[in-house]
């Protein structure tokens, strides 16, 4: 049995080593605030009076389950509930308060199926939601591009003075916060498991201590690059989605404004070009073509931007010595 929080999340990392990545770092971060929680309750109830370590942490972990419980219960609870169910009565149900249902928002709620399929398209879900995403990417890369130039141009232009490392850390956690909103637009709109928890750094400790981790986190850059990159992809999100849908429409429904209204209101050499009847087919026809093909990329686009949302935001896992060089002194642990 696991001594302290740090082993403890060690074991809990190795078992949930085939996991997903996201819901392994939701598990982490669940684990240790729950594990420090329990740990200064059981300080508290001792009226201060000196506590057995290995005592309190076999307490706390017997109440809250061992690493392959707590991994195979989060595990089971991202599959869903009813498989959730039949895992505890075939294990013996844990009896642990595990906290899997504040840290997935509650049951995972069953995704709809995708659609395949070129005229599929239409009623996959995910195309909407999908071109949804395109068309708030270039709302949210204008944000983020300006937080993070911003952040990145003040942080080193303040370096040199004292508040410098104070606004340091304010624009890392900012860009933290961002990944991890921006993760949860991902996981509702692209239908990818993102995180729903933030990674912790150091919980104590000096405050350059905590400056130099998220530095040295691999994954604070790679979010901070997404973040920039959501610009120009937001860009071309949103213009070829909007330019494709809106002239496939344009071209579907001409035939039927000039037979309804007289006109076509397309002007050639200064006078108004009317189509005629042959070609009034060939316009419906391209432009329903033209926004199924629209569609299609538009699916295409979410599903490639899901791998790579989650290849830039999501923590794959830290290695164990990774970890223990990354503790402070006082003992505060890294997930």
Same mark, same amino acid.
């Given at each position: 049995?696991?001594?302290?929080?740090?082993?403890?999340?060690?074991?809990?990392?190795?078992?949930?080593?085939?996991?997903?990545?996201?819901?392994?770092?939701?598990?982490?971060?669940?684990?240790?605030?729950?594990?420090?929680?329990?740990?200064?309750?059981?300080?508290?109830?001792?009226?201060?009076?000196?506590?057995?370590?290995?005592?309190?942490?076999?307490?706390?972990?017997?109440?809250?389950?061992?690493? =392959?419980?707590?991994?195979?219960?989060?595990?089971?609870?991202?599959?869903?509930?009813?498989?959730?169910?039949?895992?505890?009565?075939?294990?013996?149900?844990?009896?642990?308060?595990?906290?899997?249902?504040?840290?997935?928002?509650?049951?995972?709620?069953?995704?709809?199926?995708?659609?395949?399929?070129?005229?599929?398209?239409?009623?996959?879900?995910?195309?909407?939601?999908?071109?949804?995403?395109?068309?708030?990417?270039?709302?949210?890369?204008?944000?983020?591009?300006?937080?993070?130039?911003?952040?990145?141009?003040?942080?080193?232009?303040?370096?040199?003075?004292?508040?410098?490392?104070?606004?340091?850390?304010?624009?890392?956690?900012?860009?933290?916060?961002? !990944?991890?909103?921006?993760?949860?637009?991902?996981?509702?709109?692209?239908?990818?498991?993102?995180?729903?928890?933030? =990674?912790?750094?150091?919980?104590?400790?000096?405050?350059?201590?905590?400056?130099?981790?998220?530095?040295?986190?691999?994954?604070?850059?790679?979010?901070?690059?997404?973040?920039?990159?959501?610009?120009?992809?937001?860009?071309?999100?949103?213009?070829?989605?909007?330019?494709?849908?809106?002239?496939?429409?344009?071209?579907?429904?001409?035939?039927?404004?000039?037979?309804?209204?007289?006109?076509?209101?397309?002007?050639?050499?200064? !006078?108004?070009?009317?189509?005629?009847?042959?070609?009034?087919?060939?316009?419906?026809?391209?432009?329903?073509?033209?926004?199924?093909?629209?569609?299609?990329?538009?699916?295409?686009?979410? =599903?490639?931007?899901?791998?790579?949302?989650?290849?830039?935001?999501?923590?794959?896992?830290?290695?164990?010595?990774?970890?223990?060089?990354?503790?402070?002194?006082?003992?505060?642990?890294?997930?």
């Amino acid at each position: 049995m696991a001594r302290d929080v740090n082993t403890y999340l060690e074991e809990l990392r190795v078992e949930l080593a085939g996991a997903d990545p996201a819901l392994a770092q939701d598990a982490l971060y669940d684990a240790e605030e729950h594990l420090r929680a329990e740990l200064a309750v059981v300080q508290e109830q001792t009226g201060g009076q000196t506590v057995d370590p290995d005592e309190a942490m076999a307490a706390v972990i017997d109440r809250y389950g061992t690493p =392959r419980e707590v991994a195979a219960a989060y595990v089971d609870w991202e599959a869903g509930p009813a498989v959730a169910a039949r895992s505890a009565a075939s294990a013996g149900a844990v009896a642990a308060p595990l906290p899997v249902e504040r840290s997935a928002g509650g049951p995972v709620s069953p995704r709809p199926l995708r659609t395949r399929g070129f005229f599929g398209v239409v009623a996959d879900p995910w195309t909407w939601t999908s071109l949804a995403y395109m068309l708030l990417s270039l709302a949210t890369g204008i944000v983020y591009f300006t937080v993070v130039v911003t952040g990145i141009s003040l942080s080193v232009g303040l370096a040199v003075l004292i508040v410098g490392v104070p606004f340091a850390l304010v624009f890392l956690a900012l860009v933290r916060a961002m !990944s991890l909103a921006e993760g949860r637009v991902v996981e509702v709109l692209l239908g990818v498991r993102m995180p729903r928890r933030p =990674r912790f750094g150091p919980s104590e400790g000096a405050i350059w201590q905590r400056v130099l981790y998220w530095l040295k986190d691999r994954r604070t850059w790679t979010a901070m690059l997404y973040m920039v990159l959501q610009l120009p992809l937001g860009i071309v999100y949103f213009t070829v989605s909007v330019t494709g849908l809106v002239t496939g429409l344009a071209l579907t429904v001409a035939p039927f404004v000039q037979l309804i209204l007289g006109h076509s209101y397309v002007d050639f050499n200064d !006078s108004e070009y009317l189509y005629r009847w042959w070609q009034m087919p060939l316009l419906v026809i391209g432009g329903v073509l033209l926004i199924l093909v629209t569609l299609n990329l538009i699916r295409l686009a979410g =599903r490639a931007h899901a791998a790579y949302a989650k290849a830039m935001l999501v923590r794959s896992g830290q290695p164990a010595a990774d970890a223990a060089a990354a503790e402070v002194p006082t003992g505060g642990a890294v997930v």
